[in-house]
Nanobody, 119 residues
């Protein structure tokens, strides 16, 4: 059974930092592209950051470039999202996603972790 478990969310003041983690189990982690999405109240889910299987390539939505960093540790089956200079508009539920496609499509989601940026 595949599980993705996010942790590290919480309440932080504007300008502060948080580091999210997503621990995966039940899958061959290094085969998967890992992504972080977020969904704010009343808005559609948005892709925030992507990291390739061995971490050699990353991509970010424009609104977080220079502030967020995605990384992974394949030995620990964990992906991270370091979030700096947080803004109120970063407030959302953040979801971890694992994606792999070869003949078949494998697409798994975590339960989400709440990030609230407020003074």
């Amino acid at each position: 059974q595949v599980q993705l478990v996010e942790a590290g969310g919480g309440l932080v003041q504007p300008g502060g930092s948080l580091k999210l983690s997503c621990a995966a189990s039940g899958l061959s982690f290094s085969r998967y592209i890992m992504r972080w999405y977020r969904q704010a109240p009343g808005k559609e889910r948005e892709l925030v950051a992507t990291i390739t299987r061995y971490g050699d390539n990353t991509n970010y939505v424009d609104s977080v470039k220079g502030r967020f960093t995605i990384s992974r540790d394949n030995a620990k089956n964990t992906v991270y999202l370091q979030m700096n200079s947080l803004k109120p508009e970063d407030t959302a539920v953040y979801y971890c996603n694992a994606f792999y496609e070869y003949n078949e499509r494998y697409d798994y989601w975590g339960q989400g972790t709440q990030v609230t940026v407020s003074s």
